[in-house]
């Protein structure tokens, strides 16, 4: 059974770091093919997707963000964990982790997500 | 950037057929996907490869394409069925693109 869970700060103040951890069962992140994200959505909006990590510790951003994002893993621990910068009141939304499981077959989906976690940033 | 078009919201009767467009100018070259989210949720994948189903999502959620539109299609809706809908493609590899949603009313 895969699942995954986001845990993390749900009031961050702006300037702040945040960091974000996505623990996931079901799956490892060694298997070919394989790669997490994450997801933002403020309230009442759209889903962005942010960041990745592959099974071959390659990483991918949102260039819009890349230059606040950083996004690692600890393979022994089944973790996945995302830091972002410079906290802004406009970062406040619900933070997902996701799973592609066919990643670099040419399709590129989420087929398990996480329950979410919100993070409000306010002084 | 590159976006996909989706219509805001789309309401219909209980038994009745909704119908979802997602328009992108690369949709003729990348596959396209679906997820339900409903309120308070997590999206949830229901269609992916322009019109393949996962397992455990009910037949009368359906995908299709056409040129630069792929269209989700929901038979028989249900009110369990209202919730926002959203489509996904990539725009290059990997960066993945979500249409800004269709908020699906049941009457």
């Known amino acids: 059974q895969v699942t995954l869970r986001e845990s993390g700060p749900a009031l961050v103040k702006p300037t702040q770091t945040l960091t974000l951890t996505c623990t996931f069962s079901g799956f490892s992140l060694s298997t070919s093919e394989m790669s997490v994200s994450w997801v933002r959505q403020p309230p009442g909006k759209a889903l962005e997707w942010l960041a990745l990590?592959?099974?071959?510790?390659?990483?991918y951003y949102n260039t819009s963000l890349k230059t606040r994002l950083t996004i690692s893993r600890d393979t022994s621990k089944n973790q996945v964990v995302l830091t972002m910068t410079n906290m802004d009141p406009a970062d406040t939304a619900t933070y997902y982790c996701a799973r592609d499981s066919e990643y670099n077959s040419g399709l590129y989906f989420f087929d398990y997500w996480g329950q979410g976690t919100l993070v409000t940033v306010s002084s | 950037s590159y976006e996909l078009t989706q219509p805001p919201s789309v309401s219909v009767s209980p038994g009745q057929t909704a119908r979802i467009t997602c328009s992108g100018d690369a949709l003729p070259k990348q596959s396209a996907h679906w997820y339900q989210q409903k309120a308070g949720q997590a999206p949830v994948l229901i269609i992916y490869?322009?019109?393949e189903r996962p397992s455990g999502i009910p037949e009368r959620f359906s995908g299709s394409s056409s040129g630069t539109t792929v269209t989700l299609t929901i038979s028989g809706v249900r009110a369990e069925d209202e919730a926002d809908y959203y489509c996904?493609?990539?725009?290059?590899?990997?960066?993945?693109?979500f249409g800004a949603g269709t908020k699906v009313t049941v009457l």
């Open positions: 990590i592959d099974w071959d510790d390659d990483k």
């Open positions: 996904q493609s990539i725009d290059s590899s990997p960066t993945y693109v």
């Open positions: 490869k322009d019109t």
